[in-house]
């Protein structure tokens, strides 16, 4: 798919964490293509502010690759507050960080919710975690990812492309 301005455009889903962020890319041409995807993790000996800082910079590299080629949208997945509130706090911080560099980079982002990610691949908002991997893996026979943050970052990041494609 190509743009206004003639770049074709390319989907980045983010499955941010404190201890391991997923990420995903796919292209979209005359179809999805699966380009890379992979784990963000920084030094757990880190303090919270530098691992917000590691994750970032790690982001900063991955996108000045892509943003001089390709129109960028990024899916982020929203967290839950849970029973775990410092985690929730730690990644409000990671995703604060994340939304300075996007609009440092100019590229569009968009929060989805868990339900919503499980919705569009599944059909169900409920689903489980391995019914997700299950239909990535049909889509994706050479996808095999390292962690389920890398499955979540892909599902995210196709989510994120069907809802871009619905609204053109």
Not at 45 to 55: H, N, P, Q
Not at 101 to 123: H, M, N, W, Y
């Amino acid at each position: 798919m190509t743009d206004l301005v003639g770049k074709p455009h390319l989907f980045l889903g983010i499955d941010p964490g404190s201890k391991l962020t997923g990420y995903a890319i796919v292209e979209h041409g005359a179809n999805f293509r699966l380009m890379k995807h992979g784990t963000i993790a920084p030094p757990s000996s880190l303090t919270l502010s530098r691992r917000v800082y590691f994750i970032y910079e790690q982001f900063r590299l991955l996108l000045a690759q892509y943003t001089h080629a390709y129109q960028v949208t990024i899916g982020l997945e929203t967290p839950f507050l849970g029973a775990f509130p410092a985690a929730f706090a730690a990644l409000s911080n990671i995703r604060g960080a994340l939304f300075v560099l996007f609009e440092q980079t100019g590229v569009r982002c968009e929060d989805l919710s868990p339900s919503e990610v499980k919705r569009a691949i599944c059909g169900s908002g409920g689903g489980a975690k391995w019914s997700v991997e299950i239909v990535l893996k049909r889509l994706f026979p050479q996808f095999s990812p390292a962690s389920s943050d890398e499955a979540d970052a892909l599902a995210i990041a196709l989510c994120v492309a069907w809802k871009h494609n619905a609204q053109r």
